[in-house]
């Protein structure tokens, strides 16, 4: 026997050294159907587990924040104001998140916000570097980008209280925040935010009938606190100087900030949108839209634009089933958005007595 015939002699009965067979069309068929079936059963607790990271280190967002307001009380005796509006002069709108930057590892920059006070906000059209992305203050279960598209930005001087009409719309200045301070709520029959007694709103947008947060009041007193001239009883407001003696409910039984969605709109580039959030001011405090950029209320239910994220000057997240609150003492709380709409409500407000 020459030698090519005694090789595929031992070939053709399975011996070692027989030439491996190719793959058929049934053995990748096999392969991707295992593949596939692996996917349908992992890949939901991949994507689970994905969420409940991003929600964790949301919930520690809302934890430093809260660290950090109690640090800047114990600097100076109050919380820092929801966002401020001098009598006369320039239109400013600094809100609380830009005050407790030093608190929250920024001091370079609260440094650089120290310079330019007076100024108002046309100063960050004026100096970019002031409007950084600060990763910390954005729930990371809220993929949108870092910048808002279309904000209107008062730069008329306020006269004796009453704020201009001049304004322009700024394209992507001012740097996102999905954390509010709790501005707490107002029954329509104050005419307040409130839309129905549900507490689902009727409409989203623009949220500029005379009960919305941010209308611009006709009446002016030292007493009033807010742009539109009205008491919510939250823990923030305009030119807000609250310290933990006013809150005669507890400070555990009293929201002080919360977490909020960005909402999804196709035409952010064409008009202003409410429920977005900067961190740096309430750039137009005559409208829904600029006020609920630093506070929200408790007068919509928790999530009630959600699953399509409609505008809201409400409390929501991404997180499934409710949102993240910091409460007066500092601690966190996951509030579901089934919550008694009354308890929830009455949870807004730091002193029930003064209502």
Known sequence: MNRVSRWSSLGSHGNRFAWPRGLTVLDVLLVLATLLVNLVILGPFILNARESDRSNRCKMNVQQICVA???????????????????????????????????????DLAARFSGVKSDGIAAVRDQA????????????????????????????????????????????????????????????????IQYNTSGNPTITWPLSNAGSIGHRGTSKSVAHWYCDQKQFGGSFGQNSRIHFGHFCDGTSNSLMIGERYSPLTANTETR??????????????????????????????INAG??????????????????????????????????????????????????
């Open 129 to 192: 570097d002031l409007a950084q992305d600060i990763p910390s203050l954005r729930c990371p279960s809220n993929p949108v980008e870092e910048r808002l598209q279309n904000v209107q930005v008062i730069l008329a001087p306020v006269s004796d209280g009453t704020v201009g009409s001049a304004a322009e719309q700024w394209s992507r200045v001012f740097p996102r925040t999905n954390y509010f301070g709790n501005a707490g709520y107002l029954y329509v029959t104050f005419h307040g």
């Open 306 to 355: 959600m699953p399509r994220r409609n505008p809201t000057t409400g409390f929501g997240s991404m997180h499934e089933g409710g949102a993240y609150f910091g409460l007066g003492d500092g601690a966190v709380r996951f509030l579901s958005q089934n919550i008694d709409l009354e308890i929830y409500r009455n949870l807004s407000i730091i002193c029930d007595a003064n209502r």
């Open 272 to 301: 202003p949108v409410t429920g977005h959030g900067t961190w740096i001011a309430v750039p137009d405090c005559t409208q829904a839209q600029g006020v609920a950029m630093a506070l929200g209320d408790a007068a919509i239910r």
């Open 69 to 107: 307001i109690h640090q800047y009380i114990d600097l100076h005796g109050v919380l820092p104001s929801g966002f401020e509006l001098n009598l006369d002069g320039p239109y400013t709108g600094w809100s609380w998140n830009q005050k407790i930057l030093p608190q929250l590892g920024h001091p």
